[in-house]
């Protein structure tokens, strides 16, 4: 039973690593933006399948393939921002809400047109596992690791440190306040696309990989996960998203453990979120970590 435990934990911090990386990028473009972003989840699937098409069709390795599923998804927020969200964003959150439904749908059939509907994985040995003593590591659950390793000390140090990660939460926190500070709020709002999207390209590979397959619905199955750790870890703010995203992933795994009479049927997870959800906004509507607002 410990061993179970210890199983889910591992799990729990993998899944809720990706929610929180990809929340951080979905958390800071409403704070900085005011745009929810709900084609975000089809960033993941694009991210998933070029990481994909480099790996398997290219033949070039996993690290190779996750920079190129980044580069090419950060291109893709940074020219749908340019081309459509700029232009339109005085319409209001509404408006642009709807935008962003209409934008994933599109995204979503343009997978599903030129790569079809068929199931597909990565070039690693799906069967092989690694036994360590009390836990057990897929491939690519332990590839997950270590990204997960490198990649959420360096977005939290450049939140924390960096002129560009300040600025960011400065203009999440109070888009005026920040403007009259001098901080170059259009220019701000360009980078804070790049890193959603370069996250965005980073969680469809890591999810594609703990999977071990996917399909063009991968998106479209976590964004709601994905919204959830934002709203509880409060809207615009980063810090929040990656606790949250973390917290989000553990609480789904471990209500699973039999040791919690009987343990929760896998099933639900999805409807444990969403409770949590719930009550979260009925005790606190901002948010675990967010300011009350008005939008």
Do not use: C
């Not at 597909?120 to 690791?145: C, E, F, K, M, N």
């Amino acid at each position: 039973m410990i061993e179970q435990l210890l199983q889910l934990a591992i799990n729990g911090l993998i899944v809720g690593t990706i929610l929180a990386l990809t929340g951080v990028g979905a958390s800071l473009v409403f704070g900085i933006q005011r745009v929810a972003n709900f084609a975000h989840g089809e960033y993941l699937t694009f991210g998933a399948y070029i990481g994909l098409i480099v790996n398997v069709y290219y033949k070039a390795d996993l690290v190779t393939a996750t920079i190129a599923a980044m580069a090419a998804t950060a291109l893709l927020a940074l020219a749908i921002h340019f081309t459509v969200l700029k232009p339109l964003r005085s319409r209001g959150l509404v408006a642009m809400s709807l935008i962003t439904v209409g934008l994933g749908l599109m995204l979503r059939d343009v997978v599903f047109m030129v790569a079809g509907p068929q199931i597909r994985q990565y070039a690693i040995d799906q069967t092989s596992v690694y036994d360590l003593g009390l836990v057990r590591i897929a491939p690519g659950q332990a590839v997950a690791v270590g990204v997960a390793a490198v990649v959420v000390p360096a977005v939290a140090f450049l939140l924390a440190r960096t002129p560009i990660g300040k600025s960011m939460r400065a203009v999440a926190d109070n888009r005026d306040l920040a403007a009259i500070s001098g901080i170059d709020v259009d220019r701000i709002g360009t980078y804070v696309w790049i890193l959603a999207g370069a996250l965005a390209g980073l969680g469809g590979v890591m999810f594609a990989m703990i999977q071990g397959t996917f399909d063009p619905n991968l998106g479209y199955q976590i964004l709601f996960l994905i919204f959830t750790s934002v709203v509880l870890g409060g809207i615009g703010n980063a810090y929040g998203a990656l606790v949250a995203g973390v917290v989000l992933g553990m609480v789904m795994e471990l209500s699973t453990w039999s040791g919690l009479a009987g343990g929760l049927d896998a099933r639900m997870k999805p409807v444990l979120a969403f409770a949590a959800l719930i009550a979260l906004l009925l005790w606190r509507p901002q948010g675990l970590f967010g300011k009350a607002r008005v939008l």
